[in-house]
């Protein structure tokens, strides 16, 4: 099983990134995709989910109307669109997997963001 | 939203000893808990779900317990690949963290 996070980087406030994370030895088509983040030096916050077939999709209060994650099973590919970045945005972000609609059985190593001028 | 605070932030325990931290919830989560291990420099690594279903090649000096709004992650005996900030992470209503136990070397 593996998750490989990309696009993360140094963007000025009120610009917009794209994240991108690969799966692969697991079945995405099944599987409900989130993203986590974690601010340096502090803990865990859930972000966003899509469920397996993309037609649902919930957002932690912080990046609502900011953030939209979208997937493209095709390419066992999940996406986090983030626009109007803050500096409170800066963290590590993590893909997870799940198939229980519950607990995150799969994490990728993550991607650095910084949002900073 | 339901917010998990977790205790003590930092456990300061001699290898071989008992550790046990607490996590709490603003509401009832039934037994919709997991926990987690999170190494310096890596991900989080699945460790517990359903408060006490160990996850696959975890070793059962891991035990969780718990239901309704407090729940307990006890490691049995520390080893030094133990040291490490554990997160419990309620999933019966959306999903919310924990905000970390450092359990670190006494």
């Known amino acids: 099983v593996q998750l490989v996070e990309s696009g993360g980087g140094v963007v000025q406030p009120g610009r917009s990134l794209r994240l991108s994370c690969v799966a692969s030895?697991?079945?995405?088509?099944?599987?409900?995709l989130h993203w986590v983040r974690q601010a340096p030096g502090k803990g865990l916050e859930w972000v966003a989910l899509?469920?397996?077939?993309?037609?649902?999709?919930y957002y932690a209060e912080s990046v609502r109307g900011r953030f939209t994650i979208s997937r493209d099973n095709s390419k066992n590919t999940v996406y986090l669109q983030m626009n109007s970045l803050r500096p409170d945005d800066t963290a590590v972000y993590y893909c997870a997997g799940e198939v229980n609609w519950a607990w995150f059985d799969h994490w990728g190593q993550g991607t650095l963001v910084t949002v900073s001028s | 939203e339901i917010v998990m605070t977790q205790s003590p932030a930092t456990l300061s325990v001699s290898p071989g000893e008992r550790a046990t931290l607490s996590c709490r919830a603003t509401q009832s989560v039934a037994t919709n808990l997991a926990w987690y291990q999170q190494r310096p420099g890596q991900a989080p690594r699945l460790l517990i779900y359903s408060t006490s279903t160990r996850a696959t090649g975890v070793p059962a000096r891991f035990s969780g317990s718990g239901s309704g709004t407090e729940f307990t992650l006890t490691i049995s005996s520390l080893q030094s690949e133990d040291f490490a900030v554990y997160y419990c992470h309620q999933y019966n209503t959306w999903h919310t963290f924990g905000g970390g136990t450092k359990v670190e070397i006494k």
């Open positions: 030895g697991f079945t995405f088509s099944g599987s409900t």
């Open positions: 899509i469920s397996h077939d993309g037609k649902t999709e």
